[in-house]
């Protein structure tokens, strides 16, 4: 499956900002899917991800409540609505594609537990 993520840009503190993943290649609602985020000289950590289904989520502590992961496996795409924006979500935003996902009941959410990435979006929050 191909991933391209869009949606990033320069936003002020406190603003929201959309992600759209879109998908070709296979099957969308096969996989389970997730975003991550990596900022400089970090690691690559999961943000929030979402099961094939779309009926349960994980969220990433310092997220949760202000960003929501959602998907229409009709159009096959995945979103990160995130609002309530803090200068420490700066980062390079990547979607990921899990192809064992329905192997698992959890939602999965480790990094290695992802087949195919997008090509990241950076976003970039001013205080």
């Known amino acids: 499956v191909q991933l391209q993520a869009s949606g990033g840009g320069l936003v002020q503190a406190g603003g929201s900002l959309r992600l759209s993943c879109a998908a070709s290649?296979?099957?969308?609602?096969?996989?389970?899917m997730a975003w991550f985020r990596q900022a400089p000289g970090k690691e690559r950590d999961v943000v929030a991800a979402?099961?094939?289904?779309?009926?349960?989520?994980y969220y990433a502590g310092s997220v949760k409540d202000r960003f929501t992961i959602s998907r229409d496996n009709a159009k096959n795409t995945v979103f990160l609505q995130m609002n309530g924006l803090l200068p420490e979500d700066t980062a390079v935003y990547y979607c990921?594609?899990?192809?064992?996902?329905?192997?698992?009941?959890?939602?999965?959410?480790?990094?290695?537990?992802?087949?195919?990435w997008g090509q990241g979006t950076q976003v970039t929050v001013s205080s």
């Open positions: 979402i099961k094939w289904s779309g009926d349960r989520t």
């Open positions: 290649g296979r099957t969308f609602s096969y996989y389970g």
């Open positions: 990921a594609a899990s192809g064992k996902d329905r192997l698992y009941y959890r939602v999965l959410s480790a990094r290695d537990d992802y087949d195919y």
